[in-house]
């Protein structure tokens, strides 16, 4: 069974750090690209970050660029999303992904294998 767990969400003031982990289980992770995306209130699905399978290509979402990093630890079987400088409209509820193609993450389709959420909240 595939499985992905994403968690490190919670509150934090504007200007602060988080990290997001996903654990993930149930597939050859050393094969799959990753992806993290998130869902404000009201709002639609949006494509945050996006990684290969070998980690060599990565994409950000114009509205992440600079701030956010991805990075996965195939050891671990683990995706990472550093989230520095966060910014109010950073507020979601984020979810990892992860699938066989590395464009569909990209281009924000749907991707592979879903985990749960985490809820990211940035407010002072």
């Known amino acids: 069974e595939v499985q992905l767990q994403a968690s490190g969400g919670g509150l934090v003031q504007p200007g602060g750090s988080l990290r997001l982990s996903c654990a993930t289980s149930g597939f050859t992770f050393d094969d799959h690209a990753v992806g993290w995306f998130r869902r404000a209130p009201g709002k639609v699905r949006e494509g945050v970050s996006c990684?290969?399978?070998?980690?060599?290509?990565?994409y950000y979402a114009d509205s992440v660029k600079g701030r956010f990093t991805i990075s996965r630890d195939n050891a671990k079987r683990t995706v990472y999303l550093q989230m520095n400088n966060l910014k109010p409209e950073d507020t979601a509820v984020y979810y990892c992904a992860a699938g066989s193609y590395y464009t569909r993450c990209v281009r924000g389709l749907d991707f592979g294998s879903w985990g749960q959420g985490t809820l990211v909240t940035v407010s002072s």
């Open positions: 990684m290969d399978s070998s980690g060599g290509s990565t």
